[in-house]
């Protein structure tokens, strides 16, 4: 599940995942899996009624934007951030 919040892996971030990133993510690995690459795959996104605030344009004007949880699929439960444990925590992870 991503967007369902705070992780060990989630970079000092509020974990959450926005609709309109959601929306992306999903048709992006639909397209991706149409062109034949193996990757995972986004079974349902499902929206709340909880909002956190975004920057959309980067120019300090935050709005409120209301949060998603995608469900993702895959072959594997492999995947790179599962490398990312064993690696030791630094200034910036």
Do not use: H, Q, W
């Amino acid at each position: 599940l991503k967007g369902a919040g705070p992780t060990p892996f989630s970079r000092s971030s509020d974990g959450r995942k926005v609709l309109r990133s959601s929306i992306r993510e999903f048709l992006a690995s639909e397209a991706m899996y149409s062109l034949g690459v193996a990757t995972t795959r986004a079974a349902s996104c499902v929206t709340s009624a909880s909002t956190v605030d975004r920057d959309v344009y980067y120019n300090g004007n935050a709005k409120p934007e209301r949060c998603t949880v995608v469900c993702r699929i895959a072959r594997t439960f492999l995947r790179f951030g599962s490398f990312e444990i064993c690696r030791p925590e630094g200034p910036r992870t």
